[in-house]
C-alpha cells in the first residue's frame, strides 16, 4: 500500500510542472481596439463607479499579467481624497497604512503592495502625481475589487511631497511597486492603458471582463 502511495505522489510530481507549462500562453495574445472599446462601453452602460477596468489577467507560467483600461472624467485641482480618484476602486477599506499625520490635506493617491504599472495614454490628459508619501491612508480590503482583480492589496489615503507631470496622449508612465500615485487634476477625461504585472499571483487567476465573454 505504502508503495502504491509513493508510485502515485511520483506520478503527481512529474506531472504538475507539465501543467503549469500548459497554462502559459503558446502563442501571441491579442487584446483589440474592439475588446477596448467593449469594456470601455459596458462600464458606461452600467454606470461603472469605479473608473479602472481589468480586461485580462493572463497566466504567463512564472508570474500573471493584468491588462486594465482605465477611463477617468473630469476633476479640479482642488478634488477631495477618496479611493476611485487614485484608481483603487477600494469598497471597503480596513486597517490603516502610511503615516499617520492628523490634519494632513492634499489630494487622493494609492500604492499597491506587488504589482507596477505601465500606462500607456490613448486619449485626453491630465495632471498626474507619483511619488511622496501616502499619510492617514487606509488598506484595501480582503475581497475589494482592487485587492481581488485589479492591483492586489493597496493602500490608499493622502498624498503629500508628491511630483506633478502634465501627461497626454502617447505618453508611458511607468509606476513601481509602493510608489504612491493619483491625479490632482483631470480638465476633461483621461483614458490609458495599464499594464500589470503580477509576480506573486495576487490577482484572480484567468480573469476576464464580462464585457468579452
Do not use: W
Request: net charge positive.
Amino acid at each position: 500500500m505504502r508503495k502504491q502511495v509513493l508510485r502515485i505522489l511520483a506520478m503527481v510530481f512529474a506531472v504538475c510542472p507539465i501543467i503549469a507549462l500548459a497554462q502559459a500562453p503558446k502563442d501571441g495574445v491579442y487584446i483589440s481596439d474592439q475588446d477596448i472599446k467593449a469594456v470601455l462601453k459596458q462600464a458606461a452602460d452600467t454606470h461603472r463607479t469605479i473608473p479602472d477596468n481589468s480586461i485580462r489577467v493572463i497566466d504567463m507560467d512564472k508570474y500573471q499579467l493584468g491588462v486594465a483600461v482605465v477611463n477617468r472624467g473630469a476633476m479640479g485641482s482642488a478634488a477631495p481624497a477618496n479611493a476611485n480618484a487614485a484608481g483603487g476602486g477600494n469598497a471597503a477599506p480596513t486597517a490603516p497604512c502610511g503615516e499617520q499625520r492628523p490634519g494632513a490635506t492634499g489630494p487622493n493617491g494609492i500604492f499597491h503592495d506587488d504589482t507596477a504599472e505601465s500606462y500607456v495614454v490613448i486619449s485626453g490628459g491630465g495632471t498626474l502625481i507619483t511619488g511622496g508619501t501616502i499619510v492617514n491612508g487606509k488598506r484595501s480590503g480582503p475581497t475589494d475589487e482592487v485587492t481581488t482583480v485589479l492591483n492586489g492589496p493597496s493602500c490608499s489615503g493622502t498624498m503629500v511631497g508628491y511630483t506633478s507631470r502634465q501627461i497626454k496622449v502617447g505618453d508611458v508612465i511607468i509606476i513601481p511597486e509602493h510608489v504612491p500615485h493619483g491625479f490632482s487634476a483631470i480638465p476633461d477625461h483621461i483614458t490609458y492603458l495599464s499594464i500589470r504585472p503580477d509576480l506573486k499571483k495576487v490577482l484572480k487567476h484567468g480573469y476576464v471582463n464580462p464585457a468579452l465573454k
